[in-house]
């Protein structure tokens, strides 16, 4: 199994973050990973992305041309990266961030209204973790007690109080996708 | 028991690597993409544990020279920065090379000329190995394509430099430097006693004991005949490093009808175009030199009996292609692909210009 991921939005969105608690969850899972961020000053306020690869073998490139799953948070990165999912692969995008809808037939597309249920659940900054459950649902890469583990791995251990609200998110994150 | 997996930044692989090599002290001054170094070093404050000293300079050129300073005293010191840092380094890596003092410098290479942008590129191979600073030095190096070989060539750099008195570099880049991967951190060695570097490095400015003479680290010598025979030493130490310590990896070779030549990051996406290109019929293989001086240049030179043509695949206009084509001396031919400007390419790309300039 291998599965290569990008995951694209605006920059303070979470998009760095949710990859690294993926790629953490995949090594706790057991499997090869690699995390390669569109690094600079995109960070800060401009389009960040992420490649996440999850392995059962050694990764060769940590760069890629096309993706088995594309995460889309914004317009500009569905516009970069709609046409880089390969056919038969996934699309899921959050319709908050997004103008005009995706359009491709030969792919699959899920919508998540992640940034409205974080702000109902007034928890926005869980934003990301409920886009991570969302993905979790239709692509069980990883089992959802990585996730925690890869939660814990990532956090400092001063905000480990946070991990129950963050569980929360994954779950919600599973339940709204369609 | 066997050590952790972790997950972490080559960067950060490189600043543990080097507390738990036993490393003395090291030396630097921020810039992206090899920010993270100096950052995890001061993090982790090993000053408190292992008694290394990090030290933030003034500027890359204070750096390199308070690198020429410890390692005058036999320490295991070292600096790191990104290619605008590493070209002020220059002057002082001559003079290390001059003096034979080992140490370590890590270039994670960005996007030039000047200075340039952040993001990778590998357009400084020829400073880094046809000299850079001036006069006829090399420098060992060793060219990682994982975070894993970030945090092993940290220790095995060291060991080549003390080895032969010799400064080494690992040169990565943006790629290499960002990405987090799997790792497994080396053992870790106690750094050196005063005893125990006064009895491997005798050479060394360590206080003048009454049994010998004053040791003098310099690299000034104004008798030519002198300076002559000395540059001499340095050549045939050279010719030794040549002999012994050439390192690389041949992936998909044996059956290889066409050859890949790459080195760090490219090397990675190199081995995906060859995984891609097989997948459609087509016999590549990859031969990635870890050491970029010494150069592999025989095993090349063997190969071009085997395959019809070779493309080097670098991240900048055509640089280790000029050392391909020497190595391999017009048996066959030898193409060059690159993206220039901190534009990386992606595997697919490599396949076009493997099929439009090499088949």
Redesign the interface.
């Known amino acids: 199994m291998t599965e290569e991921i990008i995951i694209a939005g605006f920059g303070g969105q979470g998009v760095l973050s949710m990859g690294?608690i993926l790629?953490?969850s995949g090594?706790m899972q057991g499997k090869?990973?690699?995390?390669?961020?569109a690094?600079?000053?995109e960070q800060r306020g401009g389009t960040a992305n992420v490649t996440v690869i999850l392995s059962d073998e050694r990764?060769?490139?940590?760069?890629?041309?096309?993706y088995d799953t594309a995460i889309i948070l914004n317009q500009q990165s569905l516009d970069k990266f709609e046409k880089t999912v390969k056919p038969g692969g996934t699309l899921i995008y959050d319709p908050y961030g997004v103008t005009k809808e995706p359009t491709r037939k030969d792919i699959k597309i899920y919508k998540i209204n992640a940034m409205d249920t974080s702000i109902e659940m007034n928890a926005p900054k869980s934003f990301n973790m409920i886009i991570l459950g969302g993905l979790l649902k239709i692509r069980p890469i990883v089992d959802l007690e990585n996730v925690i583990l890869g939660l814990k791995?990532t956090l400092p251990e001063r905000h480990h109080k946070l991990i129950p609200m963050n569980e929360a998110a994954l779950k919600k994150g599973m339940e709204i996708i369609g | 028991m066997s050590e952790e997996?972790k997950?972490m930044k080559g960067n950060e692989a490189i600043a543990h690597a080097a507390i738990r090599c036993g490393c003395d002290g090291y030396f630097g001054y921020p810039i992206?993409?090899q920010s993270e170094v100096l950052e995890t070093l001061t993090e982790v404050e090993p000053w408190k544990t292992t008694g290394m000293n990090v030290l933030q300079a003034e500027s890359e050129v204070a750096a390199i020279n308070m690198v020429y300073g410890g390692a005058g005293t036999g320490k295991k010191v070292m600096t790191s920065s990104s290619s605008p840092g590493v070209s002020l380094k220059q002057e002082g890596i001559s003079y290390l090379a001059g003096a034979e003092l080992p140490a370590l410098i890590v270039n994670v290479m960005r996007g030039g000329p000047g200075l340039g942008t952040?993001?990778p590129s590998q357009a400084d191979y020829f400073q880094t190995v046809k000299g850079g600073g001036h006069g006829d030095y090399k420098l060992i190096a060793l060219a990682p394509a994982s975070v894993q070989e970030m945090a092993d060539f940290v220790g095995l750099g060291f060991d080549l430099a003390f080895k032969y008195r010799n400064p080494a570099i690992i040169l990565a880049d943006?790629?290499i430097g960002?990405?987090?991967?799997?790792v497994v951190l080396p053992p870790f060695k106690p750094r050196r006693t005063d005893e125990e570097i006064v009895k491997e490095c005798p050479w060394a400015a360590v206080g003048k004991p009454k049994n010998r003479k004053c040791n003098i680290i310099t690299s000034l010598e104004l008798d030519p005949a002198v300076m002559e025979k000395k540059n001499l030493h340095l050549q045939e130490k050279y010719r030794e490093i040549e002999a012994n310590e050439v390192r690389y990896e041949e992936i998909q070779c044996k059956d290889a009808e066409y050859l890949l030549v790459a080195f760090g990051?490219s090397a990675?996406?190199?081995?995906?175009?060859?995984?891609m290109a097989r997948a459609e019929g087509i016999k590549v293989g990859l031969l990635r030199p870890i050491t970029l001086w010494p150069f592999p240049s025989k095993v090349l030179n063997q190969f071009a009996n085997q395959v019809k043509s070779m493309l080097c695949v670098e991240l900048n206009a055509g640089q280790m292609v000029e050392d391909v084509r020497l190595a391999v001396n017009g048996k066959v031919k030898v193409e060059h692909f690159g993206r220039l400007g901190g534009i990386?390419y992606?595997?697919?790309?490599i396949i076009e210009a493997m099929k439009a300039k090499i088949m």
Request: net charge neutral; glycine share 4%.
């Open positions: 690294k790629a953490y090594l090869e990973v690699s995390w390669m961020p690094y600079g000053p990764i060769s490139s940590p760069i890629l041309n096309s791995k | 997996i997950l992206t993409p952040i993001q943006g790629v960002q990405m987090m991967e799997k990051s990675r996406i190199c081995q995906k175009a060859v995984e990386v992606t595997p697919d790309e």
